[in-house]
């Protein structure tokens, strides 16, 4: 079992930063990966970013490449989303999550079914 925490959401204004924390615990030792998801009100959850716990690979959804930036700090377990130029657009709720089970196909990383333990959301909320 893992348990993963998220911090460091909160209201910024339109061109503003910020960076997302997620700290894992339990058994990390068989983490394989750990991504960040969003779902804003009336829409569906939408991966963000996703990142191989071990090698460090990043996977990145379109619309945040150049502006988001995933990592992790393996010592600390935990993982890491800074955010620049915000947009109100991505106001949402951002989930953490993580995966024990190895993901084999790259297209895997990007499905919220890929990842078996979440964390309860942090709001991040983006003012024009």
């Known amino acids: 079992q893992v348990q993963v925490v998220e911090s460091g959401g909160g209201l910024v204004q339109a061109g503003e930063s910020l960076r997302l924390s997620c700290s894992a615990s339990g058994q990390t030792f068989r983490m394989y990966g750990m991504g960040w998801f969003r779902q804003a009100p009336g829409k569906e959850r939408e991966f963000v970013a996703a990142?191989?716990?071990?090698?460090?690979?990043?996977y990145y959804a379109d619309f945040v490449k150049g502006l988001f930036t995933i990592s992790r700090d393996y010592r600390k377990n935990t993982m890491y989303l800074q955010m620049n130029s915000l947009k109100p657009e991505d106001t949402a709720v951002y989930y953490c999550?993580?995966?024990?089970?190895?993901?084999?196909?790259?297209?895997?990383?990007?499905?919220?079914?890929?990842?078996?333990?979440w964390g309860q959301g942090t709001q991040v909320t983006v003012s024009s």
């Open positions: 990142i191989e716990w071990s090698g460090g690979t990043t």
């Open positions: 999550a993580a995966t024990t089970t190895t993901i084999t196909y790259d297209s895997r990383w990007y499905d919220s079914s890929g990842f078996g333990y």
